[in-house]
């Protein structure tokens, strides 16, 4: 059995439960507190080599680490990944903006917020909202005239995107000015075996 190292609250590990459960795919969860360390710890690191989950360990022991990789792993050959070379290649590109553009402005404000530390940090959660809602506002303009963000149905790129997205209001983002994205978010969350963040918990 496929064994997954993540943690309750990130958005990158949430993606990778979504699909395992989405492609009804078993799974051992092995859940780390972040908070106290335990991404630190000696036998995690041997497994995740830059120390960060998720880590998916396999069968045979090997270990996949960062998510977009994991997601890209688990799906290929699956209805999430287009057969189309164009629309695969978009579907590749929305994965590298969300990591680049949009997974730090708005996860670190959001840990922030979690960890009561918001009025200490306003200044740097500024910073990261002007550069996330600049993000938020590329992402809004696509979906204010598209429905998926790849031809015309889900696919691992609504996946991946729409989980930090769906928690920015969790790091103080107004996410009223982006009504495309809401929708859209809703949408994602109506699809077959999809599950929220802190399911069964």
């Not at 969790?170 to 809401?182: C, E, K, L, S």
Request: one cysteine or more.
């Amino acid at each position: 059995m496929l064994r997954l190292y993540d943690s309750r609250f990130s958005g990158n590990c949430w993606k990778v439960r979504i699909l395992l459960n989405q492609l009804g795919i078993p799974i051992e969860r092995v859940t780390l507190d972040l908070a106290k360390g335990e991404a630190a710890d000696a036998s995690f690191q041997q497994k995740s080599r830059f120390g960060r989950v998720p880590a998916l360990e396999l069968e045979d022991g090997r270990t996949l680490v960062e998510s977009a990789a994991i997601l890209l792993y688990l799906a290929e050959g699956t209805r999430f990944i287009p057969e189309d070379l164009f629309l695969r290649a978009e579907m590749l590109g929305w994965l590298f903006f969300e990591q680049a553009d949009l997974q730090k402005p708005i996860a670190t404000p959001r840990v922030y917020h979690l960890r009561g530390l918001a009025a200490e940090m306003a200044d740097e959660i500024a910073r990261f909202q002007k550069d996330g809602n600049a993000a938020l506002a590329k992402l809004e303009h696509w979906l204010d005239k598209h429905t998926w963000l790849v031809g015309e149905r889900y696919t691992l790129a609504d996946l991946a995107v729409s989980c930090y997205v769906s928690l920015a209001g969790q790091g103080g983002y107004d996410m009223a000015r982006y009504p495309a994205i809401q929708a859209w978010t809703a949408r994602v969350s109506e699809q077959p075996g999809w599950v929220p963040l802190l399911s069964g918990e």
